[in-house]
Nanobody
Framework: QVQLVESGGGLVQPGGSLRLSCVAS????????MGWYRQAPGKSRELVAG???????????SYADSVKGRFTISRDNAKNTVSLQMNSLKYEDTAVYYC?????????WGQGTQVTVSS
């Protein structure tokens, strides 16, 4: 069993920053990919940023067009942690953010953390 625990959400003004973190524990095995998704009210869940094993020492990052240049994903394998640094936040970034972990053919979700951008 794999558990994902997210932290770092909250209320921020437009233009502000937040950092989300997700710690994975349990029978993790070999992690293929970690990422962040978000779901705004009335919308479907969408990929925000992902980081995938690209080789023995490389990782490939990907971002939704809407967050490129503002969000940065990072990964700490020693701590089984993936983080999302969010800068220049906009109203439209308001959503519940979910951590996702892919191990082999299995996928795991965190419980979600609310990010609200409001003045």
């Amino acid at each position: 069993q794999v558990q994902l625990v997210e932290s770092g959400g909250g209320l921020v003004q437009p233009g502000g920053s937040l950092r989300l973190s997700c710690v994975a524990s349990g029978n993790i095995g070999s992690i293929y990919a970690m990422g962040w998704y978000r779901q705004a009210p009335g919308k479907s869940r969408e990929l925000v940023a992902g980081i995938v094993n690209g080789g023995t020492t490389e990782y490939v990052e990907s971002y939704a067009d809407s967050v490129k240049g503002r969000f940065t994903i990072s990964r700490d394998n020693a701590k089984n942690t993936v983080s999302l640094q969010m800068n220049s936040l906009k109203y439209e970034d308001t959503a519940v953010y979910y951590c996702h972990l892919a191990v082999g053919s299995a996928g795991y979700w965190g419980q979600g953390t609310q990010v609200t951008v409001s003045s």
